[in-house]
């Protein structure tokens, strides 16, 4: 029984319960990891005081350290990491390989405050994806020395990304993308970019058996200010993950399942240690923006004077309820004319129905979804379901 049957075996039981929503708020975690990780190490504060932790498994010689939640409202890398963590201590052969030739840290939150406000930004509204080298916030800094501390040999740099993504130019959505990013302007294939593009080879081949088509990477143009292209260009090898949607998921509990494989299928070939090589990275198709959550095609909208038949799409906002502490999606009009070119994940032809406005008589872009068309119905923003 190879990696991957041992871990769809074992899910279920292994599996962290009590992390379902996507909100996932500094003091939820900081209870979860005191509970079950005492030996956790703290590493910095953030810019409200809030602690920044790294949990460390394994002995080997290979160094590899993973981050979430640097975007505070991208949860997802850090469920499935925490699922990962509760795999690797089975008593499994495969387990025990990665465990015998890597040291695994993982800092599972490295945005506190933006984590407990919802935000993608810390609390002073930096982006610390983009701050590697002004350094205006602590976060960075905490990161930068870690790394510095212990030289890892490896870096896993975990986001989510939005249910716009497709694969290509097909009308599967991007599920999971992942890139080796630039060391420079030129997207040189450095000895470190080429390590990294092994390893996401191997991800894509193995995730291919569960989720065919739906695997895609970002274009690798070089960005001066990101974490990604800084930490390749000073010559670590770096993988950025990007948890995206999947059909009817968009709590993304099944995504979730595949990104802790995606990880394992990539600790699973570091510790092969087998000399680095391209592979069919580069086939594997490039993210495209092709999709909104709902597309209603050929809607009829009328006034006293004309008649149009429209395409409206829709996209799903996600706000924090504050007072229920859960996210909830706002369903926002994206676009309206021909949307021939967009897929939707709701795709409905509704062959001349009339638009209904409740707040408004016609659609409007970006205002809340607030009306019906034939047994569609939005109601101030929330989707009511057909």
Same mark, same amino acid.
């Given at each position: =029984?190879?990696?991957?049957?041992? /871990?769809?075996?074992?899910? !279920? $039981?292994?599996?962290?319960?009590? *992390? +379902? &929503?996507?909100?996932?708020?500094?003091?939820?975690?900081?209870?979860?990891?005191?509970?079950?990780?005492?030996?956790?190490?703290?590493?910095?504060?953030?810019?409200?005081?809030?602690?920044?932790?790294?949990?460390?498994?394994?002995?080997?010689?290979?160094?590899?350290?993973?981050?979430?939640?640097?975007?505070?409202?991208?949860?997802?890398?850090?469920?499935? =990491?925490?699922?990962?963590?509760? /795999?690797?201590?089975?008593? !499994? $052969?495969?387990?025990?390989?990665? *465990? +015998? &030739?890597?040291?695994?840290?993982?800092?599972?939150?490295?945005?506190?405050?933006?984590?407990?406000?919802?935000?993608?930004?810390?609390?002073?509204?930096?982006?610390?994806?983009?701050?590697?080298?002004?350094?205006?916030?602590?976060?960075?800094?905490?990161?930068?020395?870690?790394?510095?501390?212990?030289?890892?040999?490896?870096?896993?740099?975990?986001?989510?990304?939005?249910?716009?993504?497709?694969?290509?130019?097909?009308?599967?959505?991007?599920?999971?993308?992942? *890139?080796?990013?630039?060391?420079?302007?030129?997207?040189?294939?450095?000895?470190?970019?080429?390590?990294?593009?092994?390893?996401?080879?191997?991800?894509?081949?193995?995730?291919?058996?569960?989720?065919?088509?739906?695997?895609?990477?970002?274009?690798?143009?070089?960005?001066?200010?990101?974490?990604?292209?800084?930490?390749?260009?000073?010559?670590?090898?770096?993988?950025?993950?990007?948890?995206?949607?999947?059909?009817?998921?968009?709590?993304?509990?099944?995504?979730?399942?595949?990104?802790?494989?995606?990880?394992?299928?990539?600790?699973?070939?570091?510790?092969?240690?087998?000399?680095?090589?391209?592979?069919?990275?580069?086939?594997?198709?490039?993210?495209?923006?092709?999709?909104?959550?709902?597309?209603?095609?050929?809607?009829?909208?009328?006034?006293?004077?004309?008649?149009?038949?429209?395409?409206?799409?829709?996209?799903?906002?996600?706000?924090?309820?504050?007072?229920?502490?859960?996210?909830?999606?706002?369903?926002?009009?994206?676009?309206?004319?021909?949307?021939?070119?967009?897929?939707?994940?709701?795709?409905?032809?509704?062959?001349?129905?009339?638009?209904?406005?409740?707040?408004?008589?016609?659609?409007?872009?970006?205002?809340?979804?607030?009306?019906?068309?034939?047994?569609?119905?939005?109601?101030?923003?929330?989707?009511?379901?057909?």
């Amino acid at each position: =029984m190879n990696l991957l049957e041992k /871990f769809q075996r074992n899910y !279920e $039981s292994i599996r962290v319960e009590g *992390l +379902e &929503s996507k909100y996932l708020p500094y003091l939820k975690l900081k209870n979860y990891l005191d509970e079950n990780f005492s030996e956790k190490k703290r590493i910095g504060k953030s810019f409200l005081g809030n602690d920044i932790y790294v949990l460390k498994i394994g002995s080997g010689k290979t160094k590899i350290l993973a981050w979430s939640q640097m975007h505070g409202n991208e949860t997802t890398g850090t469920k499935a =990491m925490l699922d990962v963590f509760e /795999f690797l201590k089975l008593q !499994e $052969s495969e387990c025990e390989k990665i *465990l +015998e &030739s890597t040291s695994f840290y993982f800092i599972p939150m490295l945005n506190p405050d933006g984590s407990t406000m919802y935000s993608r930004r810390n609390a002073t509204g930096i982006d610390l994806n983009r701050d590697f080298l002004k350094e205006s916030s602590p976060e960075i800094k905490v990161l930068k020395s870690f790394v510095q501390e212990i030289k890892p040999d490896f870096l896993f740099n975990l986001h989510d990304q939005r249910t716009i993504f497709n694969v290509g130019e097909t009308d599967k959505p991007a599920t999971l993308s992942f *890139l080796a990013p630039s060391p420079n302007i030129e997207r040189s294939e450095t000895e470190p970019r080429i390590k990294a593009m092994s390893v996401i080879d191997n991800m894509s081949k193995g995730l291919e058996r569960l989720i065919p088509g739906n695997i895609a990477r970002f274009t690798d143009e070089f960005y001066p200010t990101s974490t990604g292209d800084n930490f390749m260009n000073a010559g670590f090898p770096i993988i950025l993950f990007e948890a995206g949607h999947y059909p009817n998921d968009y709590e993304r509990t099944k995504v979730r399942k595949f990104h802790a494989l995606a990880i394992l299928f990539a600790l699973e070939k570091i510790a092969q240690n087998e000399e680095a090589e391209v592979g069919d990275y580069h086939e594997i198709p490039v993210n495209n923006k092709k999709f909104l959550d709902i597309v209603l095609r050929n809607v009829l909208v009328r006034s006293n004077e004309a008649e149009s038949l429209v395409d409206i799409g829709i996209y799903f906002e996600e706000k924090l309820d504050v007072e229920n502490q859960e996210i909830i999606f706002c369903a926002r009009i994206e676009e309206i004319g021909d949307l021939s070119s967009y897929f939707g994940h709701l795709d409905i032809d509704k062959k001349g129905k009339n638009y209904l406005g409740r707040s408004s008589m016609f659609p409007e872009i970006g205002e809340k979804a607030d009306f019906s068309v034939g047994n569609i119905h939005f109601e101030k923003g929330k989707f009511k379901g057909r």
